[in-house]
């Protein structure tokens, strides 16, 4: 019997082959796996003591896909030769086309190429709660060994379009009822059904099911090519329409046809640069949570089952409902019961979100409001894991909570700030519990953004930055953990965005051609519609607290309180740089340009006094390069672990276009020379504002990139 590190194979008694797929943690297909595979069936469809065949995948989970590290060697090295024949080599000759039939033998989760290994199975038998789908489309490229063809023909175009584009899984229930799933039972009764379910293939007694020669699901071809036409108008990322095109080719051509398109397109997808920073983000996204010295060395994480929130404010609310949703129990404190049940309100409406967006039935919703608990006596917090003070940024305010909490909580109690702008050793300097003290920043909406930044101080203890750390993942959030500074990671390195676009606008560049040229890169909003959004009143604070940390190389302009002299205060009162009028679109307020002009006279930085003359890629530098710039800083202080924390930082905290792997990853594709030498020339032209760090400097000087892999 064939069996390696990564595959195992057992003929049983009842002329049964399993062959598992052994490969922790998630049973990832690797070349060797992909080899193997084939030489066990091989072995199997020759042997006589072998009628039928089972596939399945060890310690309860399937197949996560093809292995990332085959996809990080192949752009490593530029050659797609490096990737396997899986899709005709494997799933078409052997498992589809061989003559002895397979059942997969589904639990945990079956994804990618795992899922495509399912399909080219003559029938899927599944756990209940499996996790089905083919996300390859959030890796930049789309799946390659057959998925295109096999899951229309078994659940339908409409559907299959829906799981390609969103990425996203479906359950192995939605599976069975879309017909998917021909099968679900218990775990363990999962491979006696797979043997026997195959033996009645084999022996005739149930049908041989050859999903891609399938056409009943299809339904008829000008349907599926309405289907296709009109996700097309929907989706527009050109990987996303390679998909479509693909799936297109076999519905008019046929499913082997369409096969052979796809392994095409694959391959050509595999080294593009969104596939390339896309797989960037899905490691670098997992390397956030590993720190050095802290992960490393055996502690393990304390669970924390009962959390208090002090403030129920926007972002305290928002706190509450992540945790809630994730079952932990909170404890809400206000001051009085107007604030409290404004609060519990707040969450309320959150949750309410979840239901209208299809993520929570009516029930859960209720169920999970039963685990908060309002409260205006912190008697009630002696008994909580964690306290998360949510609370406005008033250093007294906070360093008194923390006071108080100190006498009520229990010692092992872990006390943490969402502060963004106040320095913990600060907020904790009244009581003496420094070592369980730590800052935990969500970003707005807290229960909808990802993001997480974990505060470290110098004397935040080991076992409870991996407590907090194990915490965030419960709640979904990617953490980075950071340590103590103005603005963090994220608001440090990004503080240059709020300035730049000012700065450029009072050289004279159009503000609206500055708003047109983020947007086409790829940023939701353009920078001045995002202060339009965000407030003008939060974007003055924002500024002022880093032209009070960082004055050396903060630009200070009059155009915002210029814009609240005249009456304007963006969508607060539906005047801004943008004109907002219910059901329609904003629209460019031309009239501002005057504003801008008076501004322009003011700070007298564009030289002669006349606008500059700049192409759409100096603006988009001049926009990026200085948070470029900033982030290195970070880097070289040793605020965070990584470079590709800052990459995550980027795409979580800021929407940067995440198909670039991180505004670090960008910055690299460009070059370190390249962007120091242009920060160098506007240091000199414009001032401080664009004086290149010396992190920057060194590495440029050194041909040296600025991120580096994680
Ligand atoms: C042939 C073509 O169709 C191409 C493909 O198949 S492309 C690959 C398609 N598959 C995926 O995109 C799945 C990606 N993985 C996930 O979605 C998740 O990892 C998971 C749902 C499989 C498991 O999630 P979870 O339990 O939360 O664990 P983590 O995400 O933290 O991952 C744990 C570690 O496993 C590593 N890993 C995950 N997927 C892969 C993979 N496909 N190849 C190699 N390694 C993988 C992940 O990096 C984590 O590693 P770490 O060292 O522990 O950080």
């Not at 006696?192 to 399938?214: D, F, H, Y």
Request: a negative charge; glycine letters at 10%; aromatic letters at 6%.
């Amino acid at each position: 019997m064939a069996n390696s590190a990564s595959i195992n194979m057992e003929i049983g008694n009842d002329g049964v082959a399993v062959i598992t797929i052994l490969n922790p943690p998630v049973n990832a297909l690797t070349l060797s796996a992909i080899e193997e595979l084939k030489r066990c069936y091989e072995e199997a469809i020759d042997s006589d003591h072998v009628k039928a065949i089972v596939l399945s995948g060890a310690d309860g989970r399937f197949c996560g896909g093809l292995d990332i590290t085959v996809v990080e060697n192949v752009h490593k090295h530029g050659d797609i030769l490096l990737l396997p024949d899986a899709s005709i080599g494997l799933v078409v000759n052997k498992i589809e086309n061989g003559k002895k039939p397979s059942v997969a033998a589904i639990q945990g989760f079956a994804l990618g190429g795992g899922l495509e290994l399912a399909m080219g199975c003559s029938a899927r038998i599944a756990t209940a709660k499996s996790d089905l789908g083919l996300p390859e489309l959030r890796l930049g490229v789309i799946p390659g060994c057959g998925g295109t063809q096999r899951l229309p023909r078994l659940v339908g175009t409409s559907k299959a379009v829906d799981m390609l584009m969103s990425s996203k899984t479906i359950t192995s229930e939605e599976g069975k009822e879309l017909g998917l799933i021909d099968a679900i039972v218990s775990s363990e009764e999962l491979l006696a059904v797979a043997r026997c379910w195959a033996l009645n293939i084999a022996e005739g007694r149930q049908p041989n099911c050859n999903s891609l020669q399938k056409t009943d699901k299809l339904g008829p071809q000008d349907e599926s090519l309405e289907i296709l036409k009109s996700a097309r108008q929907r989706y527009t990322v050109p990987h996303y329409r390679a998909c479509l095109d693909v799936i297109e080719e076999g519905i008019i051509s046929g499913g082997y046809s369409g096969v052979l398109k796809e392994d095409k397109v694959f391959k050509e997808l595999v080294l593009s640069n969104t596939a390339k920073g896309l797989l960037h983000v899905f490691l670098a996204e997992r390397a956030t949570s590993k720190v050095p010295g802290v992960t490393d060395i055996g502690l393990k994480p304390r669970r924390i089952e009962k959390v208090a929130v002090v403030g129920g404010g926007l972002m305290g609310s928002g706190i509450a409902t992540a945790l809630i949703i994730s079952n932990i129990n909170v404890v809400l404190k206000e001051i009085n019961n107007e604030y409290l049940l404004k609060a519990v309100k707040s969450v309320e409406a959150n949750l309410q979100g979840f239901v209208t967006r299809g993520k929570l039935n009516q029930d859960k919703m209720k169920r999970t409001l039963s685990l908060l608990k309002g409260t205006l006596d912190y008697e009630d917090l002696k008994d909580v894991d964690m306290v998360i003070e949510a609370v406005n940024e008033n250093v007294s305010l906070k360093q008194s909570i923390f006071e108080y909490i100190e006498k009520i909580c229990t010692s092992e109690c872990i006390f943490a700030s969402n502060t963004s702008t106040i320095s913990l050793d600060v907020i904790g300097e009244r009581t003496s519990s420094q070592d369980r003290i730590l800052g935990i920043h969500l970003f707005s909406p807290a229960h909808l953004m990802p993001l997480v930044e974990i505060v470290r101080t110098e004397t935040t203890s080991l076992q409870v930055i991996v407590d907090v750390i194990k915490f965030t993942k419960i709640l979904k959030k990617v953490p980075i953990v950071v340590k103590n500074c103005t603005g963090f990671a994220v608001n440090r390195s990004f503080f240059p965005y709020m300035q730049g676009p000012d700065l450029l606008a009072n050289l004279g560049v159009n503000i609206f051609r500055i708003d047109r040229v983020i947007t086409e890169f790829g940023m939701r909003l353009g920078p001045f519609q995002l202060q339009d959004l965000s407030g003008y009143g939060i974007f003055l604070a924002g500024v002022k607290e880093f032209v009070t940390a960082f004055p050396d190389r903060a630009f200070q302009s009059p155009l915002v309180q210029l814009m609240v002299e005249n009456g304007r205060e963006g969508k607060k009162n539906d005047k801004g740089y943008y004109t907002y009028n219910k059901g329609s679109k904003p629209e460019a307020d031309h009239s501002v340009i005057q504003i801008v002009e008076e501004s322009m006279r003011l700070t007298n930085i564009a030289p002669g006094g006349k606008p500059i003359s700049v192409t759409d890629e100096e603006i988009l530098e001049m926009i990026f390069f200085p948070v470029v710039n900033e982030a290195c800083r970070v880097i070289e202080e040793g605020i965070v672990i990584r470079a590709s924390d800052i990459d995550i930082a980027s795409v979580h905290g800021f929407k940067f276009p995440s198909e670039t792997g991180g505004i670090m990853f960008w910055a690299d594709a460009i070059g370190s020379e390249y962007i120091y030498s242009k920060l160098k020339s506007w240091h000199e032209a414009y001032g401080d504002f664009f004086k290149p760090s010396i992190f920057l400097e060194q590495r440029a000087a050194k041909g040296l990139p600025l991120g580096g892999s994680c």
